[in-house]
């Protein structure tokens, strides 16, 4: 079974400064798909980047970035430039590939609280 | 604007009761999924369907059941309600034809179900 572990609960950075969350998982697949949404307090679940395992390079949006290194398990998040309306909870998740047409389900960490300060 | 619409936004009801929860998928997406998130915990993966058929099974309890309906609508239908049952219930989609979403699950804004 997969496992996404979030390390850091809570963290905070000022406004303008650059923070960067962690996440590490575990699997024995070898295709599969890493993510990071962002759950600001309206609850509502947003997606901030996507990764593909057989993609080496990683994946940017806009002041989002990714550091993934696939041989260490590690999928952590940058964010640069940081603004308030950053402030949310951080849920890094997993799905594995799935043939025949459907997709994997996702398996969430248990997410970083961010607070971005002015 | 995720695509993902979900009803109720908000409901409250007694213990005991039963309610239904629907979602429509975004257009084109085939599979729809089913998460609950209590107060301060991670999202838990209930059910999902793809095209019709059940796919994959999470913590779904006995008193939980789902179906995707032939216009890829769902409804999540929660029985005898517990207390505990209060959480914010999503609906996400994913998995059109032919590559459609890219490999990745929108979420609705969820309902908020309060049992009292």
């Known amino acids: 079974a997969q496992t996404v572990t979030q390390s850091q609960p809570e963290m905070s950075v000022q406004e303008a400064e650059t923070v960067t969350l962690s996440c590490t998982y575990d699997?024995?697949?070898?295709?599969?798909?890493l993510f990071w949404y962002k759950q600001p307090p309206s609850r509502q679940m947003i997606l901030v980047i996507r990764?593909?395992?057989?993609?080496?390079q990683n994946a940017t949006e806009n002041r989002f970035s990714v550091n993934f290194q696939k041989a260490a398990k590690s999928f952590s998040l940058k964010i640069s430039d940081s603004q308030l309306g950053d402030t949310a909870m951080y849920f890094c998740?997993?799905?594995?590939?799935?043939?025949?047409?459907?997709?994997?389900?996702?398996?969430f960490g248990k997410g970083t609280k961010l607070s971005v300060k002015p | 604007d995720s695509g993902v619409t979900q009803t109720p936004k908000h409901l409250i009801t007694a213990t005991g009761q039963r309610v239904t929860l629907r979602c429509s998928p975004r257009?084109?997406?085939?599979?729809v999924y089913w998460y609950q998130q209590s107060l301060d915990q991670g999202l838990q993966f209930l059910i999902q369907?793809?095209?019709?058929?059940?796919?994959a099974k999470g913590n779904i309890l006995e008193r939980f059941s789902a179906q995707q309906f032939p216009d890829l609508h769902s409804e999540l239908n929660l029985s005898s309600l517990e207390l505990g049952d209060s959480a914010l219930y999503f609906c996400?989609?994913?998995?059109?034809?032919?590559?459609?979403?890219?490999?990745?699950?929108?979420f609705g804004e969820g309902s908020w179900l309060t049992v009292v």
């Open positions: 699997t024995s697949e070898n295709n599969y798909y």
């Open positions: 990764q593909e395992a057989y993609k080496q």
């Open positions: 257009s084109g997406d085939l599979s």
């Open positions: 998740a997993f799905m594995k590939h799935a043939y025949g047409g459907s997709q994997g389900n996702l398996i």
């Open positions: 996400a989609s994913g998995g059109g034809r032919s590559g459609h979403s890219g490999n990745t699950i929108y």
């Open positions: 369907y793809y095209n019709g058929e059940e796919r």
